[in-house]
C-alpha cells in the first residue's frame, strides 16, 4: 500500500511551537510593534500579560475593539433609565390633566388653566406623545376635507378647542389665508378669508382664550366650526349650542371624536341634528376617531334653559339598556344628563 499522498497528519503538526520573539508582535492601533522594540513597561500588570499580545493589546488600547469604556456605556444607560422616567412622567401627568378636562365643565377647567397655565403646556406635550402613535391623526383629516371640499371654502373658519392651532398654521404656511397676506390680493385667490383659533389658555400668539361655551363672537359670524378632539366639557351640549349661534345659515359643522367615547353614535347624531343641522358626511379613517360634518340648516330651539325634557325618540331606544338606567338613576331626565351619557369622558385606568 503506498502512502505517498496519505492525509495522516506528520508528528510535527502536534508539537507546539513557540514563536520566535523576533516574530512576535501586538498591533497598536494602525502600528505594528515587535518584541524588538520595548513594547514592555514597568507596570507590572503589562508584564503579567506579555505572554500574550492579545491581552495587552486590550489593555492598552480598550477602544480598539469599537466598544466604549465602561463609563461611557454606564452614562448612556443612566441617560436612557433618565428619558424613560421622564416620559413616564409626562404620560402620568397628561392622564391626569385629561381626566379633569373630560370630568369638568368649560368654566370650571377655564379657571383651573387660567391658574396653571403651566399644566396646559403640559397637557399638550403629553398630547403630542399620545397621538404620536396613531396610525392617523384627526387633525391631519380635518385639513384635508378643509382643503378639498370647495363648500367650506372662502369664509371665516373657527378651530374651537385649537390645542397648538395646527390649522391655522397649516393654511398660514401654505398662504391660504387672506387675512395673513396683501389685502390688495383678490379674494378669490385664497382658501379661507381667515382662520380664528380658540382654547382655554394661549399655546400661541395667535390663539384667543375663550370658553367653548361662551365665544367672544357675534351671531352668524363664522362659516365653518370645527371641534377636533374637543368636545370634552361635561357641558359639551352647550359648547354645540354655542356653535350654532356663532355659525352663519348654511354654514359646516366638523367633528371628529375618538370612536370609544361614543355609546350611541347614531343618537348621537341625532341629538346634533335636533340643534338645527343636517347631517352630510360621516366616516372613520381607522378604529381610533370618527368624523362628521354636518350643516346649519334651521335655527335652533334648544336653549340651555330649554333643556328639560327630551324627546321619547332618545328615550325609548335606550329604555332596555341597563348602562342607561344605572348613569341616570337618581339624575334628573334632561339633555344635559342625557348628553354626558352619549358621549363618554376619556378616563384611563388606574395603574
Known sequence: MCFAHSHIPHKDHFVHRRVEPRFACVRMGSHFLSDNQSILSDDPMERLFSSSPSLLQKRRQPYI?????KEDRRKKKQN????????NLIDSKYRMLNE?????????????FSENQKDFQDYHEGYRLQIAKWPVKPVEVVIQELEENTKLHGGIVCDLGCGDGGI??????AGAIREQADKKVKKGEFLFESIKSFD???AKPFVQVADMSKLPLKDGTSNVNVFCLSLMGTNYLEFLLESHRTLKKGGYLVISEVLSRFRSLKLFVTLVKTLGYKLLKHSKPNSFFVFLLFRKVSTNTITPSSMITIPRQFIDPLKQSDDFVSFMRGKPLDYSNFSQFLLKPC?????
Open 168 to 173: 391655522f398654521e397649516h393654511f398660514r404656511d
Open 100 to 112: 379633569l378636562l373630560y370630568t369638568t365643565s368649560g368654566e370650571e377647567a377655564y379657571k383651573y
Open 80 to 87: 436612557v433609565i433618565e428619558q424613560r422616567l421622564q416620559s
Open 200 to 202: 382655554l389658555v394661549a
Open 65 to 69: 475593539q469599537g466598544k466604549p469604556p
Open 347 to 351: 378616563v384611563y385606568k388606574k395603574r
